[in-house]
């Protein structure tokens, strides 16, 4: 096992690395996919506590984080001391990837086996992320862009935008934060989102084969294709319907935010 105290900027290149950790406060933080060899540069560094590396040769596991920064309690972290640092990562693409920020924004690009992210009010971007994809946020926006694979996404009143998106599976679970995804679906595709208050918007190709199911409690609901039907009822508002032969699924559910399903340009 190797040791690295950071306090200062600072390069380090490692062996094989097959599974990533990292976490940092505030700052930037952009971990890329890379067929180089694995490094670490931080180009800033403005902290009261040292930046800890370890590194495992046998497990081929690398840890970058703050000592008392935990997974567990990064959603929670309340603590002012000044802990700001710019760190970028370059791992092989199919490494597994954890990587947490607090108020620091977050680049993560182009993985194709296990990533997930958490983070405060920072903004999260994933870029061309594919695999099994979880992102878990308080305020912070997430934006993941030409996305394939399966993505988890839980926020209080944090957003979530999906742009040009070919999901096998997308979850996203908000209490008042906006979700606004532009799909592709596969004939597998399944698609489920939920919010409190938060809205939803949708855009799907005109030429989609999706079942589509929404419902919200007092929301407004909207949709530009024909074929989705209002089928509102007392204490319920729907639209439901078939578009091209169906096959894929989506499903979006809110109590009080407006849904809206709009049509987009063919594939």
């Known amino acids: 096992m190797q040791h690295w105290t ?14 990533l950790d990292v976490r940092i406060v505030s700052g930037r933080l ?8 694995p490094t670490l540069e931080v180009t800033e560094f403005d902290a009261a506590h040292p930046l800890l590396v370890t590194y ?4 081929k596991h690398l840890s ?17 001391d000044r802990r700001k640092a710019v760190v970028t990562l370059t791992v092989p693409k199919d490494c597994r990837v954890n990587a947490g920020v607090v108020t620091a924004s977050a680049v993560v690009a182009g993985f194709e086996r296990t990533t997930r992210v958490k983070g405060v009010s920072g903004a999260i971007v994933l870029d061309g992320v594919s695999g099994d994809v979880k992102a878990d946020t308080v305020s912070g926006p997430v934006e993941s862009r030409a996305m394939e694979g399966d993505l988890s996404f839980k926020s209080v009143a944090g957003d979530l935008t999906v742009a040009e998106g070919t999901p096998r599976r997308l979850r996203a679970k908000t209490v008042s934060g906006r979700i606004t995804a532009d799909l592709a679906l596969r004939p597998t595709g399944h698609v489920t989102l939920n919010s409190i208050s938060g809205d939803i918007l949708v855009r799907l190709p005109e030429n989609v084969e999706v079942d589509v199911d929404v419902k919200s409690t007092s929301g407004r609901l909207v949709s530009t294709f024909p074929e989705i039907f209002n089928a509102s ?5 729907s639209l439901t319907g078939r578009l091209g032969g169906g096959m894929a699924a989506l499903s979006a559910t809110t109590v009080s935010g407006e849904v809206a399903l709009l049509k987009g340009e063919k594939e």
């Open 56 to 59: 495992d040769e046998e497990t």
């Open 30 to 37: 952009a971990v890329l996919a890379s067929e180089g060899p």
């Open 233 to 237: 009822g007392p204490g319920t508002r």
């Open 64 to 80: 970058v984080a703050f000592k008392d920064l935990t997974w567990e309690g990064m959603l929670g972290w309340l603590r002012r």
């Open 6 to 19: 950071i306090e200062a900027p600072e390069k380090l290149t490692f062996g094989a690395v097959e599974a």
